[in-house]
């Protein structure tokens, strides 16, 4: 259960993702299998212990009013909430109830019968058109699975009831529970609570208010396996547990919008990498994903860190994409059941997780069922096949992984050095929506280019702080402020931006601060933007959309703040997912290079009736 695997389906003419997933792969270096470690000990991919700590920042300012303190008290309680690693007490091994039993007139994978291991394969898993509609059908169930197992996540409810209940609809389905039996698992569903990062085995533990589980669902259905997962709120959820949730689910998907024609793997780990790093996160190494389909496991392995690893996608491929995030150490130690595997410093994690199909027609999502499945499908070619041999220890999902140039000196990955290493899978895990909505909101990218200058007017960051100079800002300190806004071709006034941003760190090594903003792009009669996170007075930098109205209603995504002359002038380029219809032509466009020198246009700076739209916010 540690490999990490999700399906997806496809016709000849489109592309579409399957839910479903058991766990992401572990590579370990003496031995591992696709889902858990199988060692107690522990290190992160260079072999070196990592030694987490959580950055505090002290806010503090003099003679601050009633609306500063309240914001600064929030922040230090946010702060003080990310530098805890768990809220819940920790995980303590409850009760396994006996292996439940399965019909005999339900076809079984060909390991359950054998009780070993099976190895990972070193062949690519490209099923033709009959393929395809089976692991769509496979992929549909699990997810249907998902959804309902998802609705039992409540306070009091024991894992062992969900897996009850998981197993029950998946046989009834006349399917088969793919964990079950699998190198010894003794369940037919992987539950992993808080601190689990995977392979949770369901046992007597009740879930409590404020608890996170990740729910893993694998089926095997006429041959081909469906895998899917997803992570659940158990009641009252902490703030800071549930922006690890989202941020997790946003990796997923930048990972996946990655995938296309002749890209390479690689790219995957990178973005995963880029986007968790950049709400402090850090990225599970030892877990990866994997092909599926006929086979549970097989090449290739998906990294979703950064690494250097050859090979690009081919079309027909299968895969799955589910990164682990946690908040704080990757380090991790295993039960003695072999499969339970849990942050050392008791951390909460978070997982989601995806199949991939490539296909000629490039990539798109399509709903699979009315449980909302949805299958990725993307075109790929020119892979570089770097088949491995392979050899099974039979030690939980162990695997030792000959010529793979990963190597590890422990039980934790390590970097790239020996030919022969370990890799333990998290086994399936697929990204299911409890609702269709949730997939039926466009997701093609949309680029608008916005500049804000800053011409001295009075509640501008001009003067900031009252007439404070910006070298004189305390930590703590609260800054209004409101800016004009031009299109890219600077040749029209089109709204201002308002907001609010605290300063919480100087950095005089790079000659700039720190500030955490949240602000907002009025468009007139357009409507606006919402945007919210770090932003830095030294670098390009990206904030988060949360959300919009009029024609950016439905708003997600991203925008990058470049600094062309602190604080006057800045150059945004947004990049919009969930707006239903095509941006204004108006608001678009080729835009001026960015440079210190650019300026409005005269007509646009005097707001002639010509050079503005309509009704912007003065």
């Avoid at 199909?357 to 990725?376: D, E, P, Q, V």
């Avoid at 009669?525 to 930098?541: A, C, F, K, N, R």
């Avoid at 678009?588 to 309509?614: C, D, L, N």
Wanted: charged share 20%; proline share 6%.
């Amino acid at each position: 259960m540690a490999s990490s695997v999700f399906l997806s389906s496809f016709s000849s003419s489109s592309s579409l993702q399957l839910c479903s997933s058991f766990h992401g792969e572990y590579l370990a270096p003496s031995r591992c299998f696709l889902g858990a470690p199988v060692t107690s000990s522990s290190l992160s991919l260079s072999g070196k212990k990592n030694s987490y700590s959580p950055r505090q920042f002290h806010v503090s300012a003099k003679k601050v009013s009633g609306l500063e303190e309240a914001i600064r008290i929030r922040k230090m309680r946010e702060l003080e909430t990310k530098s805890k690693v768990r809220r819940n007490p920790p995980l303590r091994r409850g009760r396994v109830s006996p292996r439940l039993l399965v019909p005999d007139h339900i076809p079984r994978p060909p390991y359950v019968e054998s009780g070993v291991l099976p190895d990972i394969s070193s062949e690519f898993q490209i099923p033709g058109p009959e393929g395809i509609a089976k692991m769509r059908a496979a992929c549909e169930l699990a997810a249907r699975v998902l959804n309902y197992a998802g609705t039992l996540v409540k306070p009091s409810v024991t894992t062992n009831e969900i897996d009850k209940a998981v197993h029950d609809m998946i046989i009834e389905a006349g399917a088969y529970p793919s964990p079950l039996g699998y190198g010894g698992f003794p369940k037919s569903v992987c539950t992993s609570v808080n601190e689990c990062m995977c392979h949770g085995i369901p046992d007597s533990r009740q879930l409590q208010s404020g608890d996170i589980i990740n729910i893993d669902v694998t089926v095997y259905l006429d041959g081909y396996h469906g895998d899917t997962s997803r992570t659940f709120f158990c009641g009252e959820v902490d703030e800071g547990f549930k922006r690890l949730v989202k941020v997790t689910e946003e990796c997923l998907e930048r990972g996946i919008a990655v995938c296309k024609d002749g890209a390479s793997f690689k790219k995957i780990g990178k973005r995963i990498s880029e986007h968790a790093e950049k709400f402090g996160y850090n990225v599970v190494e030892r877990f990866v994903g994997h092909g599926v389909g006929p086979v549970f496991h097989s090449e290739p392995l998906i990294y979703h860190y950064r690494n250097d690893e050859p090979g690009l996608m081919v079309e027909g491929q299968t895969f799955t994409i589910e990164p682990i995030l946690t908040i704080g150490t990757t380090e991790c130690v295993t039960w003695p059941d072999n499969w339970t595997t849990l942050t050392a410093d008791g951390g909460v994690a978070a997982q989601f997780e995806h199949t991939i199909l490539i296909t000629r027609t490039g990539k798109s999502m399509i709903m699979a069922s009315s449980a909302a499945a949805s299958i990725s499908m993307i075109t790929l070619r020119n892979l570089s096949r770097n088949h491995q041999s392979h050899q099974s220890t039979f030690l939980g999902f162990s695997r030792s992984f000959h010529n793979q140039r990963i190597s590890s000196n422990s039980p934790g990955l390590s970097t790239r050095a020996r030919s022969t290493t370990s890799s333990t899978g998290g086994f399936f895990r697929t990204i299911c929506s409890s609702s269709s909505n949730d997939y039926s909101r466009p997701t093609k990218i949309q680029e608008l280019n916005v500049y804000e200058f800053n011409e001295g007017d009075r509640n501008s960051p001009a003067v900031l702080k009252l007439g404070k100079k910006p070298d004189q800002l305390c930590l703590g300190d609260l800054v209004p402020f409101t800016n004009k806004l031009y299109t890219g071709d600077l040749t029209k006034r089109i709204g201002i931006t308002a907001g609010l941003c605290v300063l919480i760190q100087h950095v005089p090594e790079k000659k700039g601060d720190r500030f955490e903003a949240s602000y907002s792009f009025y468009f007139g009669d357009y409507g606006h933007i919402s945007v919210q996170g770090p932003y830095l007075t030294y670098e390009d930098t990206f904030l988060a959309i949360t959300g919009g109205s009029g024609v950016f209603e439905g708003a997600y995504g991203q925008v990058k703040l470049r600094q062309l002359v602190y604080p006057t002038k800045l150059f945004y380029t947004f990049y919009l997912k969930g707006v239903a219809a095509d941006l204004p032509v108006e608001l678009t466009g080729k835009h001026v290079e960015p440079s210190k020198e650019v300026k409005p246009a005269a007509e646009a700076q005097a707001t002639q009736p010509g050079a503005t739209i309509a009704n912007f916010t003065n």
